[in-house]
Protein backbone atom coordinates (compact mmCIF):
# COMPACT_ATOMS: atom_id res chain seq x y z
CA UNK A 1 0.00 0.00 0.00
CA UNK A 2 1.37 3.39 -0.66
CA UNK A 3 1.48 6.46 1.37
CA UNK A 4 -1.58 7.91 -0.35
CA UNK A 5 -3.74 4.82 0.03
CA UNK A 6 -2.55 4.96 3.84
CA UNK A 7 -3.64 7.91 4.45
CA UNK A 8 -6.56 7.52 3.26
CA UNK A 9 -7.30 4.60 5.10
CA UNK A 10 -6.39 6.32 8.37
CA UNK A 11 -8.64 8.96 7.36
CA UNK A 12 -11.44 6.66 7.31
CA UNK A 13 -10.50 5.43 10.67
CA UNK A 14 -10.26 8.53 12.53
CA UNK A 15 -13.83 9.27 10.28
CA UNK A 16 -15.44 6.34 12.21
CA UNK A 17 -14.27 7.37 15.19
CA UNK A 18 -15.32 10.65 15.49
CA UNK A 19 -19.05 9.20 13.89
CA UNK A 20 -19.65 5.83 15.46
CA UNK A 21 -23.03 5.69 14.67
CA UNK A 22 -22.49 5.68 11.02
CA UNK A 23 -21.09 3.67 8.23
CA UNK A 24 -17.59 4.83 6.63
CA UNK A 25 -17.89 5.65 3.11
CA UNK A 26 -14.53 3.66 1.07
CA UNK A 27 -13.08 3.68 -2.08
CA UNK A 28 -13.96 -0.06 -2.08
CA UNK A 29 -16.05 -2.68 -0.27
CA UNK A 30 -13.11 -4.71 0.13
CA UNK A 31 -11.11 -2.03 2.30
CA UNK A 32 -13.91 -0.50 4.21
CA UNK A 33 -12.89 -0.38 7.59
CA UNK A 34 -16.35 -1.80 8.28
CA UNK A 35 -15.90 -4.49 6.16
CA UNK A 36 -11.80 -5.08 8.41
CA UNK A 37 -14.15 -4.94 11.85
CA UNK A 38 -16.67 -7.52 10.18
CA UNK A 39 -14.40 -9.72 9.83
CA UNK A 40 -12.26 -9.46 12.39
CA UNK A 41 -15.16 -9.55 14.51
CA UNK A 42 -16.21 -13.06 12.66
CA UNK A 43 -12.60 -14.40 13.37
CA UNK A 44 -12.99 -13.24 17.18
CA UNK A 45 -16.21 -14.83 17.81
CA UNK A 46 -15.47 -18.57 16.57
CA UNK A 47 -11.97 -18.80 18.43
CA UNK A 48 -13.96 -17.81 21.60
CA UNK A 49 -16.70 -19.88 20.85
CA UNK A 50 -13.90 -22.50 20.37
CA UNK A 51 -12.04 -22.00 23.43
CA UNK A 52 -14.46 -20.88 26.08
CA UNK A 53 -16.32 -24.11 27.82
CA UNK A 54 -17.91 -25.36 30.24
CA UNK A 55 -15.69 -27.23 31.80
CA UNK A 56 -13.22 -24.02 32.17
CA UNK A 57 -15.96 -22.64 33.65
CA UNK A 58 -16.61 -25.39 35.97
CA UNK A 59 -13.46 -24.76 38.10
CA UNK A 60 -15.02 -21.18 38.61
CA UNK A 61 -18.04 -22.89 40.05
CA UNK A 62 -16.27 -25.47 42.01
CA UNK A 63 -14.58 -22.37 43.39
CA UNK A 64 -17.58 -20.51 44.05
CA UNK A 65 -19.20 -23.68 46.01
CA UNK A 66 -15.93 -24.31 48.05
CA UNK A 67 -16.35 -20.42 49.31
CA UNK A 68 -19.71 -21.20 50.12
CA UNK A 69 -19.08 -24.28 52.27
CA UNK A 70 -16.27 -22.51 54.06
CA UNK A 71 -18.77 -19.30 54.47
CA UNK A 72 -21.49 -21.34 56.36
CA UNK A 73 -23.55 -22.32 53.12
CA UNK A 74 -23.85 -18.83 51.32
CA UNK A 75 -22.93 -16.02 49.01
CA UNK A 76 -25.25 -13.33 49.86
CA UNK A 77 -24.24 -10.09 49.55
CA UNK A 78 -22.67 -8.51 52.37
CA UNK A 79 -21.15 -11.65 53.69
CA UNK A 80 -18.00 -13.36 54.00
CA UNK A 81 -19.43 -15.72 51.21
CA UNK A 82 -19.57 -12.99 48.67
CA UNK A 83 -16.84 -10.70 49.77
CA UNK A 84 -14.45 -13.65 48.69
CA UNK A 85 -16.22 -14.46 45.39
CA UNK A 86 -15.83 -11.23 44.51
CA UNK A 87 -12.02 -11.39 45.56
CA UNK A 88 -11.60 -14.33 43.10
CA UNK A 89 -13.38 -12.57 40.18
CA UNK A 90 -10.92 -9.47 41.19
CA UNK A 91 -8.20 -11.56 41.29
CA UNK A 92 -8.42 -13.63 37.86
CA UNK A 93 -8.95 -10.52 35.82
CA UNK A 94 -6.44 -8.67 37.54
CA UNK A 95 -3.80 -11.33 36.59
CA UNK A 96 -5.44 -11.42 33.04
CA UNK A 97 -4.18 -7.76 32.62
CA UNK A 98 -8.22 -5.94 32.48
CA UNK A 99 -8.69 -2.73 34.29
CA UNK A 100 -10.64 -4.12 37.42
CA UNK A 101 -12.25 -2.09 40.39
CA UNK A 102 -14.67 -2.55 43.44
CA UNK A 103 -17.35 -0.31 43.02
CA UNK A 104 -18.28 -0.10 46.48
CA UNK A 105 -21.96 0.85 47.35
CA UNK A 106 -24.31 0.97 50.68
CA UNK A 107 -27.48 -1.37 50.97
CA UNK A 108 -29.82 -2.71 53.53
CA UNK A 109 -29.15 -5.96 54.44
CA UNK A 110 -31.64 -8.56 54.66
CA UNK A 111 -32.12 -11.87 56.63
CA UNK A 112 -35.06 -13.72 57.91
CA UNK A 113 -35.49 -14.53 61.76
CA UNK A 114 -38.52 -16.25 61.80
CA UNK A 115 -41.41 -17.53 58.88
CA UNK A 116 -44.32 -19.29 60.14
CA UNK A 117 -47.72 -19.22 59.18
CA UNK A 118 -50.95 -21.91 60.88
CA UNK A 119 -54.13 -21.83 60.11
CA UNK A 120 -55.69 -21.88 63.86
CA UNK A 121 -59.35 -22.70 63.11
CA UNK A 122 -61.56 -24.55 62.19
CA UNK A 123 -59.05 -27.34 61.12
CA UNK A 124 -55.33 -26.75 62.18
CA UNK A 125 -52.85 -26.95 59.76
CA UNK A 126 -49.59 -25.66 58.71
CA UNK A 127 -48.56 -23.10 55.93
CA UNK A 128 -45.04 -22.91 54.23
CA UNK A 129 -44.16 -19.12 54.12
CA UNK A 130 -41.59 -17.21 52.77
CA UNK A 131 -40.85 -13.94 53.99
CA UNK A 132 -40.45 -11.21 51.45
CA UNK A 133 -37.67 -8.95 51.37
CA UNK A 134 -37.89 -5.70 53.14
CA UNK A 135 -41.04 -6.82 54.47
CA UNK A 136 -42.08 -5.38 57.84
CA UNK A 137 -41.97 -7.59 61.09
CA UNK A 138 -44.11 -8.92 63.41
CA UNK A 139 -43.91 -8.60 66.89
CA UNK A 140 -42.14 -11.67 68.67
CA UNK A 141 -44.40 -14.47 68.81
CA UNK A 142 -46.57 -13.19 65.48
CA UNK A 143 -50.45 -12.03 65.27
CA UNK A 144 -53.25 -14.17 65.35
CA UNK A 145 -56.08 -12.63 63.20
CA UNK A 146 -58.63 -13.60 60.96
CA UNK A 147 -57.99 -14.04 57.49
CA UNK A 148 -59.61 -11.98 54.04
CA UNK A 149 -59.53 -12.78 50.62
CA UNK A 150 -58.98 -10.19 48.34
CA UNK A 151 -61.63 -10.92 45.19
CA UNK A 152 -59.50 -12.41 41.90
CA UNK A 153 -59.86 -10.55 39.31
CA UNK A 154 -60.54 -12.02 36.11
CA UNK A 155 -57.72 -9.54 34.73
CA UNK A 156 -54.97 -10.74 36.64
CA UNK A 157 -54.56 -7.18 38.63
CA UNK A 158 -55.78 -8.04 42.33
CA UNK A 159 -54.98 -6.33 45.01
CA UNK A 160 -53.54 -3.53 42.64
CA UNK A 161 -56.38 -0.95 42.89
CA UNK A 162 -58.07 0.60 45.95
CA UNK A 163 -61.13 -0.69 44.37
CA UNK A 164 -60.20 -4.17 44.85
CA UNK A 165 -60.18 -3.69 48.89
CA UNK A 166 -63.77 -1.85 48.58
CA UNK A 167 -66.69 -4.75 49.42
CA UNK A 168 -64.54 -6.12 51.93
CA UNK A 169 -63.66 -5.61 55.65
CA UNK A 170 -59.88 -5.77 56.03
CA UNK A 171 -59.26 -3.97 59.50
CA UNK A 172 -57.12 -6.04 61.61
CA UNK A 173 -56.75 -9.10 59.34
CA UNK A 174 -54.33 -10.43 57.22
CA UNK A 175 -55.09 -10.18 53.61
CA UNK A 176 -55.01 -13.33 51.20
CA UNK A 177 -53.68 -11.78 47.50
CA UNK A 178 -53.41 -13.16 44.20
CA UNK A 179 -50.13 -12.87 42.20
CA UNK A 180 -49.98 -10.84 39.06
CA UNK A 181 -50.40 -7.75 37.35
CA UNK A 182 -48.34 -5.20 39.75
CA UNK A 183 -45.37 -5.33 41.86
CA UNK A 184 -45.44 -7.38 45.51
CA UNK A 185 -44.97 -3.46 47.35
CA UNK A 186 -48.33 -2.20 45.67
CA UNK A 187 -50.52 -4.95 47.01
CA UNK A 188 -49.06 -4.73 50.58
CA UNK A 189 -49.22 -1.05 50.34
CA UNK A 190 -53.19 -1.61 49.14
CA UNK A 191 -53.64 -4.12 52.03
CA UNK A 192 -52.25 -1.53 54.52
CA UNK A 193 -54.22 1.32 53.40
CA UNK A 194 -57.50 -1.20 53.73
CA UNK A 195 -56.47 -1.40 57.52
CA UNK A 196 -55.12 -5.07 57.24
CA UNK A 197 -52.22 -6.02 59.66
CA UNK A 198 -50.38 -8.71 57.63
CA UNK A 199 -50.61 -10.07 53.86
CA UNK A 200 -50.36 -13.17 52.04
CA UNK A 201 -49.58 -12.76 48.33
CA UNK A 202 -49.87 -16.44 46.53
CA UNK A 203 -48.40 -17.60 43.56
CA UNK A 204 -50.52 -17.22 39.97
CA UNK A 205 -48.24 -20.53 38.59
CA UNK A 206 -47.59 -23.82 39.94
CA UNK A 207 -43.88 -23.27 40.70
CA UNK A 208 -43.16 -26.75 42.00
CA UNK A 209 -40.35 -25.39 44.20
CA UNK A 210 -42.30 -24.06 47.47
CA UNK A 211 -44.10 -21.01 48.49
CA UNK A 212 -43.49 -17.64 46.19
CA UNK A 213 -40.36 -15.96 46.79
CA UNK A 214 -39.46 -12.41 46.47
CA UNK A 215 -38.55 -8.86 47.00
CA UNK A 216 -40.63 -5.34 48.10
CA UNK A 217 -37.83 -3.57 46.47
CA UNK A 218 -36.93 -0.89 48.93
CA UNK A 219 -37.72 -1.11 52.83
CA UNK A 220 -39.31 2.21 52.54
CA UNK A 221 -42.09 0.53 50.18
CA UNK A 222 -43.11 -1.91 53.04
CA UNK A 223 -46.25 -1.15 55.45
CA UNK A 224 -47.07 -4.31 57.15
CA UNK A 225 -45.39 -8.03 57.51
CA UNK A 226 -45.84 -9.80 54.27
CA UNK A 227 -45.25 -13.53 52.97
CA UNK A 228 -45.67 -15.88 49.91
CA UNK A 229 -47.14 -18.90 50.34
CA UNK A 230 -47.71 -21.11 46.95
CA UNK A 231 -50.63 -21.25 44.52
CA UNK A 232 -51.58 -24.71 45.98
CA UNK A 233 -51.93 -23.52 49.59
CA UNK A 234 -53.41 -20.11 48.85
CA UNK A 235 -55.91 -21.83 46.60
CA UNK A 236 -56.80 -23.94 49.86
CA UNK A 237 -56.92 -21.17 52.14
CA UNK A 238 -58.91 -19.44 49.79
CA UNK A 239 -61.32 -22.43 49.33
CA UNK A 240 -61.26 -22.58 53.58
CA UNK A 241 -62.46 -18.90 53.59
CA UNK A 242 -65.44 -19.64 51.00
CA UNK A 243 -66.86 -22.06 53.64
CA UNK A 244 -66.72 -19.71 56.51
CA UNK A 245 -64.32 -17.43 58.83
CA UNK A 246 -60.70 -18.71 59.17
CA UNK A 247 -58.19 -17.40 61.85
CA UNK A 248 -54.45 -17.30 60.90
CA UNK A 249 -51.27 -17.70 63.60
CA UNK A 250 -48.59 -15.33 61.46
CA UNK A 251 -45.00 -15.05 62.03
CA UNK A 252 -42.38 -13.07 59.93
CA UNK A 253 -39.51 -11.32 61.05
CA UNK A 254 -36.41 -10.41 59.48
CA UNK A 255 -33.20 -8.82 60.47
CA UNK A 256 -32.79 -5.23 58.24
CA UNK A 257 -29.34 -3.50 58.89
CA UNK A 258 -26.99 -1.23 56.62
CA UNK A 259 -23.96 -2.92 55.10
CA UNK A 260 -21.69 -2.56 52.07
CA UNK A 261 -20.59 -4.76 49.20
CA UNK A 262 -19.27 -4.17 46.17
CA UNK A 263 -19.54 -4.37 42.50
CA UNK A 264 -16.61 -5.62 40.73
CA UNK A 265 -16.31 -3.66 36.89
CA UNK A 266 -13.26 -5.05 34.32
CA UNK A 267 -12.35 -3.65 30.92
CA UNK A 268 -10.14 -3.88 28.38
CA UNK A 269 -7.27 -1.65 28.51
CA UNK A 270 -7.70 -0.76 24.39
CA UNK A 271 -10.61 -0.13 22.33
CA UNK A 272 -12.86 3.25 21.65
CA UNK A 273 -14.27 4.13 24.88
CA UNK A 274 -17.10 5.99 22.51
CA UNK A 275 -18.13 2.49 21.58
CA UNK A 276 -18.23 0.51 24.85
CA UNK A 277 -20.35 -2.60 24.83
CA UNK A 278 -20.92 -4.18 28.29
CA UNK A 279 -21.74 -7.51 29.69
CA UNK A 280 -22.91 -8.45 33.02
CA UNK A 281 -23.97 -11.54 35.70
CA UNK A 282 -25.03 -10.77 39.25
CA UNK A 283 -22.83 -12.40 41.62
CA UNK A 284 -24.42 -12.91 44.87
CA UNK A 285 -26.81 -15.80 46.22
CA UNK A 286 -29.85 -16.31 48.64
CA UNK A 287 -29.27 -17.08 52.16
CA UNK A 288 -30.68 -20.20 51.57
CA UNK A 289 -28.09 -22.12 49.39
CA UNK A 290 -24.34 -21.30 47.74
CA UNK A 291 -26.22 -20.01 44.56
CA UNK A 292 -23.65 -22.42 42.02
CA UNK A 293 -26.44 -22.11 39.08
CA UNK A 294 -28.22 -18.65 40.21
CA UNK A 295 -26.17 -17.22 39.88
CA UNK A 296 -22.98 -18.59 39.66
CA UNK A 297 -23.32 -20.00 36.42
CA UNK A 298 -23.90 -17.00 34.64
CA UNK A 299 -20.89 -15.26 36.12
CA UNK A 300 -18.36 -18.26 35.61
CA UNK A 301 -19.50 -17.94 32.18
CA UNK A 302 -19.12 -14.62 32.05
CA UNK A 303 -15.47 -14.70 33.57
CA UNK A 304 -14.32 -17.69 31.39
CA UNK A 305 -14.81 -15.72 28.14
CA UNK A 306 -13.28 -13.09 29.56
CA UNK A 307 -10.09 -14.66 30.69
CA UNK A 308 -10.24 -16.29 27.36
CA UNK A 309 -10.58 -13.01 25.61
CA UNK A 310 -7.66 -11.52 27.17
CA UNK A 311 -5.68 -14.19 25.91
CA UNK A 312 -6.71 -14.02 22.05
CA UNK A 313 -7.22 -9.96 22.20
CA UNK A 314 -5.33 -7.04 23.20
CA UNK A 315 -6.74 -4.55 21.30
CA UNK A 316 -10.37 -4.67 20.19
CA UNK A 317 -11.92 -1.83 18.33
CA UNK A 318 -14.63 -1.38 21.15
CA UNK A 319 -13.87 -1.32 24.95
CA UNK A 320 -15.23 -4.12 26.32
CA UNK A 321 -16.66 -3.72 29.87
CA UNK A 322 -17.90 -6.29 32.21
CA UNK A 323 -19.45 -6.49 35.56
CA UNK A 324 -20.39 -8.66 38.28
CA UNK A 325 -23.16 -7.29 40.68
CA UNK A 326 -23.94 -7.40 44.21
CA UNK A 327 -27.11 -7.26 46.04
CA UNK A 328 -28.95 -7.77 43.01
CA UNK A 329 -30.98 -10.60 45.08
CA UNK A 330 -31.92 -7.51 47.99
CA UNK A 331 -33.84 -5.77 44.62
CA UNK A 332 -30.85 -5.39 42.08
CA UNK A 333 -28.89 -3.09 44.36
CA UNK A 334 -25.74 -3.44 42.37
CA UNK A 335 -26.44 -2.19 38.74
CA UNK A 336 -28.97 0.10 40.08
CA UNK A 337 -25.91 2.21 41.54
CA UNK A 338 -23.90 1.23 38.48
CA UNK A 339 -26.15 3.59 36.38
CA UNK A 340 -27.45 5.97 38.72
CA UNK A 341 -23.40 6.78 39.21
CA UNK A 342 -22.93 7.20 35.29
CA UNK A 343 -22.74 10.87 34.01
CA UNK A 344 -24.83 11.60 30.88
CA UNK A 345 -21.35 11.27 29.01
CA UNK A 346 -20.88 8.15 30.52
CA UNK A 347 -23.77 6.68 29.47
CA UNK A 348 -23.96 7.32 25.98
CA UNK A 349 -21.10 5.58 25.41
CA UNK A 350 -22.19 2.60 26.57
CA UNK A 351 -23.58 1.11 23.22
CA UNK A 352 -25.23 -1.98 24.70
CA UNK A 353 -25.90 -4.14 27.32
CA UNK A 354 -25.92 -8.39 27.48
CA UNK A 355 -27.05 -9.75 30.87
CA UNK A 356 -26.74 -13.77 31.50
CA UNK A 357 -28.25 -15.49 34.53
CA UNK A 358 -29.52 -18.43 35.37
CA UNK A 359 -27.69 -20.21 32.38
CA UNK A 360 -26.98 -23.93 33.62
CA UNK A 361 -30.45 -24.53 35.09
CA UNK A 362 -30.68 -28.60 35.28
CA UNK A 363 -33.92 -29.28 33.50
CA UNK A 364 -33.50 -26.01 30.93
CA UNK A 365 -34.37 -24.37 27.95
CA UNK A 366 -32.90 -21.59 25.67
CA UNK A 367 -34.72 -18.58 26.38
CA UNK A 368 -33.31 -14.75 24.65
CA UNK A 369 -34.96 -11.76 25.83
CA UNK A 370 -37.46 -10.36 23.74
CA UNK A 371 -36.48 -6.78 22.47
CA UNK A 372 -38.88 -6.44 19.81
CA UNK A 373 -41.72 -7.59 21.84
CA UNK A 374 -43.22 -9.90 19.28
CA UNK A 375 -44.41 -12.04 21.78
CA UNK A 376 -46.42 -9.43 23.48
CA UNK A 377 -45.47 -9.65 27.10
CA UNK A 378 -42.65 -7.08 28.04
CA UNK A 379 -43.54 -5.17 31.22
CA UNK A 380 -40.22 -2.92 30.56
CA UNK A 381 -40.02 -0.98 27.24
CA UNK A 382 -36.81 -2.43 25.60
CA UNK A 383 -35.13 0.41 24.04
CA UNK A 384 -34.20 0.34 20.46
CA UNK A 385 -31.26 -1.71 19.44
CA UNK A 386 -32.77 -4.43 21.55
CA UNK A 387 -34.20 -5.91 18.88
CA UNK A 388 -30.90 -6.73 16.96
CA UNK A 389 -29.16 -7.97 19.62
CA UNK A 390 -32.08 -10.58 20.13
CA UNK A 391 -31.78 -11.47 16.42
CA UNK A 392 -27.95 -11.58 16.79
CA UNK A 393 -28.50 -14.05 19.20
CA UNK A 394 -31.02 -15.81 17.34
CA UNK A 395 -29.51 -16.15 14.23
CA UNK A 396 -26.34 -17.31 16.25
CA UNK A 397 -28.58 -20.55 17.55
CA UNK A 398 -30.19 -20.83 14.77
CA UNK A 399 -27.23 -21.41 12.46
CA UNK A 400 -26.05 -23.94 15.04
CA UNK A 401 -29.48 -25.64 15.19
CA UNK A 402 -29.97 -24.80 18.69
CA UNK A 403 -34.03 -24.49 19.81
CA UNK A 404 -34.94 -21.40 21.30
CA UNK A 405 -38.06 -19.47 22.56
CA UNK A 406 -38.42 -15.86 23.74
CA UNK A 407 -38.45 -14.69 27.18
CA UNK A 408 -40.07 -11.06 28.11
CA UNK A 409 -38.56 -8.03 29.99
CA UNK A 410 -39.61 -8.33 33.53
CA UNK A 411 -37.13 -6.06 35.59
CA UNK A 412 -36.48 -9.65 36.99
CA UNK A 413 -32.25 -9.07 36.22
CA UNK A 414 -29.82 -6.32 36.32
CA UNK A 415 -30.79 -5.63 32.62
CA UNK A 416 -33.59 -3.71 34.25
CA UNK A 417 -31.82 -0.11 35.38
CA UNK A 418 -30.06 -0.30 31.44
CA UNK A 419 -33.15 -0.69 29.80
CA UNK A 420 -34.89 2.20 31.74
CA UNK A 421 -31.56 4.64 30.78
CA UNK A 422 -32.06 3.85 26.86
CA UNK A 423 -29.49 1.48 26.73
CA UNK A 424 -30.15 -1.49 24.27
CA UNK A 425 -30.26 -4.60 25.93
CA UNK A 426 -30.55 -8.34 25.70
CA UNK A 427 -28.86 -11.81 27.18
CA UNK A 428 -30.14 -15.34 27.51
CA UNK A 429 -31.54 -17.52 29.92
CA UNK A 430 -32.11 -21.44 30.68
CA UNK A 431 -35.30 -20.88 33.36
CA UNK A 432 -36.12 -20.50 36.75
CA UNK A 433 -38.63 -21.86 39.24
CA UNK A 434 -41.43 -21.87 36.24
CA UNK A 435 -42.44 -25.28 35.46
CA UNK A 436 -41.29 -26.93 31.97
CA UNK A 437 -44.56 -27.63 29.69
CA UNK A 438 -44.82 -30.80 27.97
CA UNK A 439 -44.36 -28.92 24.71
CA UNK A 440 -40.86 -26.94 26.17
CA UNK A 441 -39.76 -30.66 27.10
CA UNK A 442 -40.51 -31.69 23.74
CA UNK A 443 -38.07 -29.22 21.96
CA UNK A 444 -35.17 -28.58 24.63
CA UNK A 445 -35.70 -32.50 26.25
CA UNK A 446 -35.63 -32.68 29.90
CA UNK A 447 -38.99 -33.24 32.25
CA UNK A 448 -42.11 -31.57 32.18
CA UNK A 449 -44.54 -30.91 35.12
CA UNK A 450 -40.61 -29.96 36.67
CA UNK A 451 -38.92 -26.18 37.31
CA UNK A 452 -36.55 -25.45 34.88
CA UNK A 453 -33.83 -25.23 37.79
CA UNK A 454 -34.82 -27.72 40.75
CA UNK A 455 -32.59 -26.73 43.38
CA UNK A 456 -34.04 -22.83 42.47
CA UNK A 457 -33.20 -20.40 45.97
CA UNK A 458 -32.73 -23.04 47.95
CA UNK A 459 -30.37 -25.67 49.56
CA UNK A 460 -30.06 -27.96 46.15
CA UNK A 461 -28.92 -24.91 44.55
CA UNK A 462 -25.12 -26.61 44.70
CA UNK A 463 -22.49 -27.58 42.05
CA UNK A 464 -24.93 -30.80 41.30
CA UNK A 465 -27.44 -28.62 40.04
CA UNK A 466 -25.99 -27.95 37.17
CA UNK A 467 -26.53 -28.81 33.80
CA UNK A 468 -22.56 -28.86 32.10
CA UNK A 469 -24.64 -29.04 28.11
CA UNK A 470 -26.89 -25.90 28.70
CA UNK A 471 -23.91 -24.04 30.51
CA UNK A 472 -22.01 -24.74 27.44
CA UNK A 473 -24.43 -23.53 24.94
CA UNK A 474 -24.80 -20.17 26.64
CA UNK A 475 -20.82 -19.87 26.93
CA UNK A 476 -20.39 -20.02 23.32
CA UNK A 477 -23.91 -17.43 23.17
CA UNK A 478 -21.89 -15.31 25.70
CA UNK A 479 -18.31 -15.96 23.72
CA UNK A 480 -20.34 -15.02 20.45
CA UNK A 481 -21.62 -11.39 21.31
CA UNK A 482 -18.26 -10.54 23.28
CA UNK A 483 -16.23 -11.54 20.08
CA UNK A 484 -18.55 -9.71 17.29
CA UNK A 485 -19.27 -6.88 19.48
CA UNK A 486 -15.03 -6.47 20.53
CA UNK A 487 -14.70 -5.48 17.07
CA UNK A 488 -17.94 -4.15 15.33
CA UNK A 489 -21.68 -2.58 16.00
CA UNK A 490 -22.41 -2.75 12.14
CA UNK A 491 -25.18 -5.26 13.07
CA UNK A 492 -26.76 -2.55 15.21
CA UNK A 493 -27.06 -0.28 12.38
CA UNK A 494 -28.26 -2.59 9.66
CA UNK A 495 -32.07 -2.87 9.98
CA UNK A 496 -33.78 -6.41 11.46
CA UNK A 497 -35.18 -8.57 8.91
CA UNK A 498 -38.74 -9.50 8.49
CA UNK A 499 -39.60 -11.53 11.50
CA UNK A 500 -38.69 -15.32 11.24
CA UNK A 501 -41.54 -17.96 11.83
CA UNK A 502 -42.63 -17.86 15.48
CA UNK A 503 -40.88 -20.17 17.97
CA UNK A 504 -42.83 -23.25 19.53
CA UNK A 505 -45.56 -21.06 21.90
CA UNK A 506 -44.65 -20.05 25.35
CA UNK A 507 -47.42 -21.24 28.33
CA UNK A 508 -47.73 -18.37 31.51
CA UNK A 509 -45.37 -21.13 33.07
CA UNK A 510 -42.43 -20.74 30.74
CA UNK A 511 -42.12 -16.92 32.19
CA UNK A 512 -42.39 -15.11 35.27
CA UNK A 513 -45.43 -12.51 35.96
CA UNK A 514 -45.40 -8.71 35.65
CA UNK A 515 -44.24 -8.23 39.34
CA UNK A 516 -41.35 -5.57 38.53
CA UNK A 517 -39.15 -6.24 41.81
CA UNK A 518 -41.83 -8.54 43.03
CA UNK A 519 -40.83 -10.77 40.62
CA UNK A 520 -39.59 -14.58 42.31
CA UNK A 521 -35.84 -14.19 41.69
Request: hydrophobic share 40%; glycine share 12%; charged share 20%.
Amino acid sequence: MNASSRRAVAALAAAALAAPLLLASAPSAASSPGDRSARDAAALSRTLVREASAKDALRHLRKFQAIADAAGGDRVAGSPGYDASAAYVHRKLREAGYRVEYQRFDFVYTQTLEEKLSVVSPAPYDVAISALTYTRSTPVGGVRARLAAVPVDEDGTTGCEPEDFASGDYTGKVALIKRGGCAFAVKQQRAAAAGAVGALIYNNIDAGYGPLSGTLGEPDAAKIPTGGVSRTDGERLAADLAAGPVTVSFEIRQLQENRSTSNVIAETRGGSAADTVMFGASLDSVHAGPGINDNGSGSAGLLDVALKLAKQERKPRNRVRFAWWSAAESGLVGSHHYVGALTPEELRRIRLYLHFELIASRNGGMFVYDGDDSDGANTQLAPAGSELLERDITGFLDRRGRPHEGTPFVARFDYGPFLDAGVPAGGTFAGGEALKSPAQAAVFGGTAGVAFDPGYHGPGDTIRNISLPRLDENIDVIAHTVGTYAHDLGALRRPAAAPAPAAPARTDAARPGPDGYGVTR
